[in-house]
């Protein structure tokens, strides 16, 4: 079974010919994504460039931000918390400020439709990381936010 790590832009992928369909498909958790069939964990490091990284990063634009501030109620994508909500951390408090997170990484996102409102805290937790479901991104930024010992603070 042929199996090659890609680059797309600057993130590096595994992907082989599904030996069920055989088309080339994307490895996630030792499983072809199209059909869902073991694969084996690829020892060797090199990848396959299979696209360049863009140079520019777009941004949405104002009625897409309005569009989405509004959809998502003023609040952060991932701890649902309103941006300007005072922050506490190792006895520092601070104001969430908004970010335009690429919810599918800038790297290889294909459409402009993959942008969310997120806090400057969540957004910097999930980086470059790609999760299957919002609900499985929201888990882990909420997990690490609490770990790295983020709390609100308190109305006086």
């Known amino acids: 079974m042929r199996k090659i790590r890609t680059m797309y832009g600057t993130v590096m992928l595994e992907r082989q010919i599904c030996p069920e369909c ?23 490091r090199r990848a396959q460039r299979m696209s360049e990284g863009s140079p520019v990063r777009r941004r949405p634009s104002v009625r897409e931000k309005q569009r989405i501030l509004r959809a998502q109620a003023y609040k952060c994508f991932y701890c649902n918390r309103y941006f300007g909500t005072l922050i506490e951390r190792a006895g520092r408090i601070s104001f969430l400020k908004l970010n335009w997170d690429h919810f599918i990484p800038f790297s290889y996102a294909m ?43 308190p109305a006086m």
């Open 22 to 44: 055989g088309e080339w498909a994307l490895i996630l958790h030792n499983r072809t994504a199209c059909c869902e069939v073991p694969a084996e964990v690829l020892a060797r």
């Open 111 to 153: 459409s402009g439709e993959h942008f969310v409102a997120a806090c400057h805290i969540c957004n910097s937790l999930k980086s470059d990381m790609i999760f299957e479901t919002p609900e499985a991104a929201r888990e882990y930024v909420l997990e690490a936010r609490k770990k790295k010992g983020y709390s609100d603070v």
